[in-house]
């Protein structure tokens, strides 16, 4: 999925370990409870995506843009890459 517009894409609940969204635009998307293990976000913008629920286990966000994104921040803790300056979370 490299570099692919997938606004608004909805992937609640979807399992997508290993997937590659690299340098995609992944806004306004549903990704809910979807399992993200080893996915590959470098270079993707997440802006307003809903990631509640969602396992990101050693998934790659160097350079991704998270602002904002709907999600808890210790999703994250076993992710690589992530900048903080990049990313503003939302808990619902």
Known sequence: MSNYDLTDINLEGSICKGCSFRGSMVAWAN???A???DADFTNAILSESDLRGATLTRANFT???L???TANPRQFSECTGLDASNAIF???
């Open 63 to 65: 350079n991704a843009y």
């Open 90 to 92: 939302y808990s619902l």
């Open 31 to 33: 990704l809910k409870s």
């Open 35 to 37: 399992d993200f293990t």
């Open 67 to 69: 602002v904002p994104v």
